[in-house]
Each structure stands twice: as structure tokens, then as C-alpha cells.
């Protein structure tokens, strides 16, 4: 059969129905052409996308031998009558043997499906020639010729590991965000991936959650605009058929990481008001900047699973945002309806899920298996399956996946390219926060310097979470920095722990005796990479192990201590701040960490960054945050501590207001804060306008001073308060930043254009709307600005 053998894409650019310069209207018209051919199996198949397995001798090799021999068994090819024992087996022929019978089990379980059109999108391919011959099955021996989208994790950089989400969202700046997701999908689409699942646009509050590394950290506002960009630097600006471009994937929908306790896969208890105003508007900006596709999360809310959430699908997604790209659930996440007590069975999975709107089934099955019956049953419709599967094509054809889906095996590797891995040094560079520094750094590049701690030579824990193609290889350690392009630096290097949660103090004296040998000591600690990322939640987030001890032996000597974190949350650090002179803290900074810290440390760069999320005193304190609801008993500046509470005292003594008596009021460091190795100095905030007409813009300035002597970059924000609203209102709320350059004793004005769309959020009505009134704003440096002025909303 001629279209079989030339597929669709053949047979449509011979007939000159269709090219490749197309519209949207032509991409619909292709859609509903498709789908016209395509039989029942078929559109289901466009719905199920299944985890691909690696049959290559490098990858069969990684198991163990006792995963070899109980594989060998189980397939019938060893220990059987006339079968040589595994243990009679030399390794290269177990590796043989084993890629023989998963060769066959990817025919039949993969390839042969993809020739049927039973699958639409493979997980985990990562090899050029293999992405190839599964296209090839899809496009040329399939009986329409539909590619295959291939998904994979590119969530933090592909080969060159920019640092993890949590970092980038430090640098305040949407454009190094861009730049790092161009990078991860340049070397992602080169290996046949073109679909990654990021950004996660989780609003996360509660650095217990391990999935906090992942998320842009706990405002709305910022999150929105990092995660437009992130979707911008996958899908190319917005050219999706670039072949240099990648589908993005926003996730998760919805609430997931408002888990209660902060321990993953938890319910969420979020009410619609908050989900509206907080948790949904960084997807909003996601979708609104093209986003390809969106992803479930796993969680419930109010006893709903997200992946049988129709309002949140239908009602909110399609109808009032009008996305027409693609649903995906997450890994599996369908079938947990079962353990969540949602569904019965799988075939009341694949009834729930179709009918909420989730067009895409990960891994799990149901829809394969059960759709067809639940059709004929009459439970789901033909048009919400038609539907899917137009979601599903759309999108395939706007990458201009039916014109170009294999690779180019024969172009030159662009991994790891050199500037890649200038602009991962520059992300770690602007993505590092300097919280605390008592006139120690920059270092002199003639002091000798005692390098100490599990994370100085740590090339894997360095890339941090959620890395599954970045190679510890190329990683360069402060300590392998050391060693090349800062090898004139006198140093003493003892790493006294093996790892970030080695409890054993053996080779603490050897940290003491480096420290008393040399003019300053930095110390580096934090987290493995395994400590952070899904499922990884923890319930103290001091730092792990005896690591806190051993910064105390070291501070011990009386020499100068510089404490540097690269962690993948934020941590309670207060008890280790009395030990350090200076900290700089790390959201793990990925492949070119080391040289960047150094950087950092040397005063080649200047520290910029600015935290993206609270960092507590204690873990008791969470959730805090710094957008939160004005309360009917706020506490006032100065509160009553424990050690001042008088004996029998009187119940009501310490003045009956919103505080910890062990912890006070505040948190260790605000959202926004960030120090610098200059300093600077808000003043004259002037408004345009002392009121503004609805739908009308104010113009906020303010001068911004560097009063230091080293040139500087500053992120100044811009926050607001309704002071009075229809439903109580954030004390504040980031509606603006940018970063602003200034050279040592330069003076610039700074403007920030606010609309009353701005100030807009959703009331008891559900509609979003400003609501006149008189309101606070500030700029600053970190969301404890204290440079203010008032203006009003009128009609």
C-alpha cells in the first residue's frame, strides 16, 4: 500500500495538499484530516505513551550480577535443562544473552506497537539511532505515518547542568532563565528528545518538600515570569518548528506543592480563592506564553485527584484560558486513583481521566486497555476521545514533527559545547545569594586558603536533583577548579566528611590542623543531590549529619571561616551563623559550580542573587512566607521573647498578638534578600500620579544608588498592598524587579510601570477584578522594603 510505505507525510507532500510553511488554520485543517483516516485503535494509541528501556551493553552492564542471573532465570534462556548455569556464565555473555531477549521484548512491547499506532509518545529514548528506528516504525511502516513525541526530564540543563530551578529563580532574571532552557533543549533535541516536563510552576512554601529544588520558589509573581521564559527558551521563542526547539510541559497541576507537612504525594487543602490568586497564576503565564502541553500532579485537592479533576481541565484550563495543547498525566498517576479510594479499578480510571479532560496516559495502561469497552459501554464519548487525540496532533504538527522527525546523526555534537558551559558558570555565578559577610570576602588571591567540607569535590551531589543525563565527568568542583584555572591559588584541601551525611568526626582534627595552616578557611557544606528532588522530603533541614560540628571545630582554630551551601532547599542555618564570617549559599549550581564559586569568592564576580523563597530560624516556623494575609493581631516590631517572660506572669502579659514565643515574628532571611560586596542605597520614590483611574497605569520611580566602591548589580523590587479589599489582602505582594547595574558611586533612577490590572485579584465572585481604594508600595531590595509611598485606585 503506497501511503503505508511512503507514510502520511509522503503521501500529503506528493499530492501538494499540505507544505511546510503552514497556518493555523492549515495545522486544523491537517488535524481534522488525520483524524478522519484514523481508526478507534489508533486514536488511543495517540493517547498512550510508554517508558522506553535501554538494550545497549553499556546500560546491561550497570546491573549487578545477581540482577543479571535472576533475569537470565526468569527469561528461560539460563538454568534450565540443557541451559548453562548463570554462574557458569562469563559477564559479556549474561550482557549477550540479556540483550538478545530484550531486544525481542522491545520488539514486542514497543516497536511492534509503534508499527500498529498503539503508541504516541515514548518516555526515555535517548540515543540518536534508536530515536531513529522508532520514528522510522511510526512515520514509514505504520499505516498513517504519525511521529512519535519523544518525552524526557530536561528540567535543569540536558548534558550542561545549569543549576536546579530553585537557583536560577535567585538570579531574578527571566533572561538568564531563557538561556539556560535554549541550552537544554539545543543538546536535548539533538538526541531526538522533543519533549521535556518542565517548568514545574509549583508554588512551594515549605522547604521540607523535597520538590522545592524544582520550583521557582513561593511567589506567584516571580514564578510567572521565570516560567514564561523557561517556556520560551524550550519552544524557541515561541518557533516550535525550530529544529533546535522542544515542547514544554507545565506542571503540576495543580496545588502539589501546597502538600500538607510538606511530604510528597500528600493532599492539598486549598481553597478556591487562594488557588485562584496564588497557586494558578504562574501556569497562567506559562499557557499564555505557548506553553505545548501541562502536565497533573499527583496530589488531591479537597478529595480531588488531579488527574480526575475535570473543573481544573475543563472549566479552568480549556474554557476560561483557552489552552489547546496537550494534557499529560504524570508517571502513573492515573492508576493511583485507585489507592487514593477515587477509583475502583483501571477501567474506572480510564472513564474518570477521559472525561476530565487528560488527554495523555503515562505509563499506566488503562486507556489501551479499557477505552474501547467504555466507549461501547457508552461511559465515554467518541467526541471527548476525538478530542484528545486533536489536542495530541495539534501539537505534533506545530512542531513540525510530520516534516522532521529523526536526527541528524551525522551533525556535530553541540554537548557540552564551550558556550554552554560559559553560560552554566554565569547562571551559578548570578543564581548564588551572599547572606552574610563580616568584611572577609572577596578573598585576597595571596592568602593560603583551607579548602574543607563533603562539597568541595562533589562532582555529582554538585549538579543536584533530578539530573538524568549530565555527566559527573565534566563537572568542575571548586576543588577541581583549584586545580586548573585558579591552580595559583595556595591551598590545603581536607574534605573531613565523606559525604553530606557521614556522621563519623575521625578527620576532624586533620580540618583543624588545615585551618591553622593556612590565612582563611572555607568550609563546604549542604546536601547530596539524593536529599532533594521527589520523594524526598525531610522533616529537619538543619544541615545533615555532623556537618554543623564540624564547622564549629573549625571556627574553633580562630582563623577567618568562610561557610559556602550547595544545597537543594532552603535550610535552618541560624545555629551555624555565629561559626562563619561570611556565607555564601548555593542552590546546587550544576556542571561549572566550582569555577563560579570561586569566582564569586575571589571578587572576579560580585555576588547577586536574591532568595526566592523564606529561609526560616526553625523548622516550627513553616509554613512562613512573606505574602501572607494581613491577620487581626499582627505582632508589633519588637515582641516578648521566652528569656523575658517574667515568672508568673499574667496570661495575657505578652500582648495577645501573631508570633512564636520561642521564635519571634520574623524569619531568618526574607524573600528578596541578598547581600552584595558593595552596598546600596534606595531613596526619592516618586509616583506619577497620586491616584490612578481603573484600567489607567502609574509610573513608580525611585533613585538607586551604589555608595559602595565596587561596581555592582542590584535587584530592586517593587511591592504593593491594598490596604482595604473585599476579602482580606496580602501585607505584601512583588508586582515588579529588575536588575540594575551600577558602577562603584553611580546613581540611577529606577521606573516600574504598575496598571490596575495588576492589582487585580479574584474575590468572593470568582472574577478577577481591581477594586478602587487606597494602596502601599515600596522599593527595595528584599520584601522587607521599607522605602515607601501610597497611592489610590479610583473609577
Request: glycine share 10%.
Amino acid at each position: 500500500m503506497r501511503i503505508r510505505k511512503l507514510g502520511l507525510l509522503g503521501a500529503l507532500v506528493l499530492s501538494g495538499l499540505f507544505t511546510t510553511g503552514y497556518t493555523q488554520n492549515n495545522v486544523e485543517k491537517r488535524v481534522e484530516d488525520l483524524l478522519s483516516k484514523m481508526t478507534l485503535e489508533e486514536k488511543i494509541g495517540q493517547m498512550n505513551q510508554v517508558s522506553f528501556f535501554a538494550v545497549d551493553d553499556k546500560a546491561i552492564a550497570q546491573y549487578s550480577d545477581d540482577d543479571m542471573n535472576t533475569f537470565l532465570v526468569r527469561m528461560g534462556v539460563a538454568g534450565g535443562q540443557g541451559q548453562k548455569k548463570p554462574s557458569e556464565m562469563t559477564k559479556q555473555e549474561k550482557i549477550a544473552l540479556i540483550k538478545a531477549e530484550a531486544e525481542k521484548m522491545l520488539d514486542n512491547n514497543i516497536t511492534n506497537p509503534v508499527r500498529d499506532g498503539k503508541i504516541g509518545s515514548l518516555l526515555n529514548v535517548t540515543d540518536p539511532e534508536m530515536v531513529n528506528k522508532m520514528q522510522k516504525a511510526a512515520m514509514e511502516e505504520s499505516r498513517l505515518g504519525i511521529p512519535l513525541i519523544i518525552g524526557r526530564d530536561v528540567i535543569h540543563g540536558f548534558k550542561t547542568i545549569f543549576p536546579i530551578p530553585l537557583g536560577q529563580a535567585a538570579s531574578f532574571s527571566p533572561q538568564l532563565v531563557e538561556d539556560g532552557a535554549r541550552i537544554a533543549a539545543v543538546e536535548a533535541r539533538s538526541t531526538g528528545v522533543t519533549w521535556t516536563f518542565a517548568p514545574m510552576l509549583d508554588i512551594s512554601r515549605d522547604a521540607r518538600w523535597g520538590r522545592i529544588a524544582e520550583s521557582l520558589g513561593e511567589d506567584p509573581y516571580l514564578g510567572g515570569q521565570l516560567g514564561a521564559a523557561m517556556v520560551r527558551g524550550f519552544q524557541g521563542n515561541g518557533n516550535l518548528e525550530d529544529p533546535n526547539s522542544i515542547a514544554a510541559c507545565v506542571k503540576h497541576f495543580i496545588g502539589y506543592g501546597a502538600a500538607e507537612g510538606g511530604r510528597d504525594y500528600n493532599s492539598t487543602n486549598i481553597p478556591p480563592l487562594l488557588m485562584r490568586n496564588v497557586y494558578l497564576p504562574p501556569f497562567h503565564e506559562a499557557i499564555k506564553a505557548g506553553a505545548a502541553t501541562l502536565m497533573t500532579s499527583f496530589n488531591d485537592n479537597d478529595g480531588i485527584p488531579a488527574s480526575g479533576n475535570d473543573y481544573i481541565l475543563k472549566n479552568i484550563l480549556r474554557d476560561e484560558w483557552k489552552f489547546d495543547g496537550f494534557v499529560v498525566s504524570d508517571w502513573a498517576s492515573m492508576g493511583e486513583m485507585i489507592p487514593h479510594g477515587f477509583a475502583k479499578d483501571d477501567k474506572q480510571v480510564a472513564e474518570i481521566s477521559a472525561n476530565a479532560g487528560l488527554d495523555m496516559e503515562m505509563v499506566s495502561g488503562a486507556y489501551i486497555k479499557y477505552l474501547p469497552e467504555l466507549i461501547k459501554e457508552g461511559k465515554v464519548s467518541m467526541e471527548t476521545v476525538d478530542n484528545a487525540v486533536r489536542n495530541i496532533l495539534r501539537v505534533k504538527f506545530r512542531m513540525g514533527l510530520f516534516e522532521n522527525p529523526y536526527v541528524d546523526t551525522k551533525r556535530s555534537s553541540v554537548l557540552y559545547a564551550e558556550d554552554h558551559m560559559k553560560a552554566a558558570r554565569q547562571a551559578a555565578i548570578e543564581s548564588a545569594i551572599l547572606l552574610k559577610n563580616d568584611n572577609i570576602l572577596p578573598l585576597a588571591e595571596t592568602k593560603k586558603i583551607a579548602i574543607i567540607g563533603p562539597m568541595a569535590d562533589a562532582p555529582h551531589d554538585q549538579m543536584g536533583t533530578w539530573v538524568f543525563d549530565g555527566d559527573k565527568k565534566y563537572t568542575v568542583t571548586p576543588v577541581g577548579a583549584l586545580k586548573g584555572e585558579y591552580k595559583h591559588i595556595n591551598y590545603v584541601y581536607e574534605p573531613a566528611l565523606g559525604y553530606s551525611r557521614d556522621k563519623s568526626t575521625a578527620n576532624f582534627e586533620k580540618a583543624k590542623r588545615a585551618a591553622e595552616s593556612a590565612d582563611v578557611a572555607v568550609v563546604f557544606l549542604g546536601e547530596e543531590a539524593i536529599l532533594s528532588g521527589e520523594a524526598h522530603s525531610l522533616s529537619n533541614i538543619n544541615l545533615i549529619g555532623v556537618q554543623s560540628d564540624l564547622l564549629k571545630a573549625v571556627k574553633s582554630v580562630g582563623k577567618p571561616v568562610v561557610l559556602v551551601i550547595m544545597a537543594g532547599r532552603p535550610l535552618t542555618i541560624e545555629r551555624d551563623l555565629p561559626y562563619a564570617d561570611a556565607v555564601l549559599f548555593n542552590f546546587h549550581p550544576g556542571t561549572m559550580g566550582g569555577p563560579a564559586i570561586l569566582d564569586l569568592l575571589f571578587g572576579k564576580a560580585n555576588p547577586s542573587g536574591k532568595l526566592p523563597a523564606t529561609f526560616v530560624r526553625e523548622v516550627g516556623q513553616i509554613p512562613m512566607y512573606y505574602n501572607h494575609n494581613s491577620t487581626g493581631r499582627p505582632a508589633p516590631e519588637k515582641v516578648m521573647t521566652l528569656d523575658q517572660i517574667e515568672l508568673e506572669a499574667g496570661q495575657t502579659s505578652l500582648g495577645n498578638t501573631s508570633f512564636y514565643l520561642d521564635s519571634g515574628k520574623d524569619p531568618l532571611f526574607p524573600f528578596g534578600y541578598g547581600l552584595s560586596y558593595t552596598t546600596f542605597e534606595y531613596s526619592n520614590i516618586t509616583l506619577s500620579s497620586a491616584s490612578v483611574p481603573m484600567n489607567g497605569t502609574l509610573t513608580v520611580k525611585a533613585t538607586l544608588k551604589n555608595t559602595g566602591n565596587v561596581d555592582g548589580t542590584e535587584v530592586a523590587q517593587l511591592y504593593v498592598q491594598d490596604i482595604v479589599g473585599s476579602v482580606v489582602r496580602p501585607v505584601k505582594e512583588l508586582k515588579g524587579f529588575q536588575r540594575v547595574e551600577l558602577k562603584a558611586g553611580e546613581t540611577k533612577t529606577i521606573e516600574f510601570k504598575l496598571t490596575t490590572g495588576n492589582l487585580a485579584f479574584y474575590g468572593r465572585d470568582l472574577i478577577k477584578k481591581a477594586e478602587k481604594g487606597d494602596f502601599n508600595v515600596w522599593v527595595g531590595g528584599n520584601s522587607n522594603a521599607t522605602l515607601k509611598s501610597t497611592f489610590s485606585v479610583t473609577e
